[in-house]
């Protein structure tokens, strides 16, 4: 019998990866996609590919019990960049919460739960970012509730090099540039592929939660391969297309807290000294890629570079 999952986000990065990989499995899973517009182009190649696309806002409870009304698992993740978030930042909690009440009320069974570690506590409520704290005020909720639940850390993620434009090569000087706000060049990041494995982790909690529920319930999973630094990126895209490039640290990304959390990877990291890739994602048998990986399959096309 198959399993109905709900992904949340579906047309965007992570929900989306999460939502296509499934779809993959139709043998074993059924997709509804969650979004505020099920007529945009990604829905509906979402729902070309065999999910049902479902209209859902997560600040509205009455949506999110119906949506969520038959499903066994669901993929929560909330987005501080929404606008309807940036405007109200403590809107981004209110959602998650709304997310936990209605997996509760609907008896799902394993919620998959995308989120970030609280900046006050890794910074001594110095480096404050309302992008992490909306999201682990949500985890301590999930505990309150007893949901039953995965959390997922995320690390940085490659493929805003693409959707942030940080990255592009210039054919005239023939390199590759590279601008990013904050960051310096020997920071070192802890990266996440998400196309490949934020989905392939989500779908080994759900392939293992029947199995291994005690042991992964309430569990931290770090998704990220490696700590690595901008310049790090840059000698893999010289690797892997041949081409030089140059770093170049922009003042500000124009949001304050973006800012904020920035100069917290400068100065202390995301993860402390965990070592990463997660020995307990390598046990639920998923083997992350690395940044050879992401610049070979997605950045090098992006560019327009042919690979070695």
Sequence with gaps: MTRLIAVCGATGNQGGSV????????????????TRNPDSPAAQKLAELGAEVVKADLSIPEDLQ???????????????????????PSSEERQGKNLVDAAMANGVECFVWSTLPSSHQISGGRLVSRIYEGKHHVDDYIREKR?????????????NMIFRSHMRYNRELDRVEFHQPVIKPDTKLAMLYVQRDLSAVTK??????????????HQYLYVANARVTPLDILASVKKVTGKDGIYEVLPSTGVPDRDIM??????????????LPDENILKLGVEMHGIDDFVREMLAPHLGLPVL
């Design 147 to 159: 949901c039953p639940a995965v959390f997922l850390y995320t690390g940085n993620f490659y493929e």
């Design 204 to 217: 080994a909690v759900f392939d293992n939660w029947d199995s291994r529920k005690e042991e992964l319930n």
């Design 19 to 34: 939502a296509k990989l499934l779809l993959e499995h139709q043998d074993k899973y059924r997709v509804r996609a969650l």
């Design 262 to 275: 920035f100069q917290l990877y400068n100065e202390m990291g995301m993860y402390g000294s965990k070592e």
């Design 66 to 88: 119906q949506a969520l009304r038959g499903c066994w698992g669901v993929f929560g993740v909330t987005n501080f960049y929404d606008t309807k978030i940036k405007d109200d």
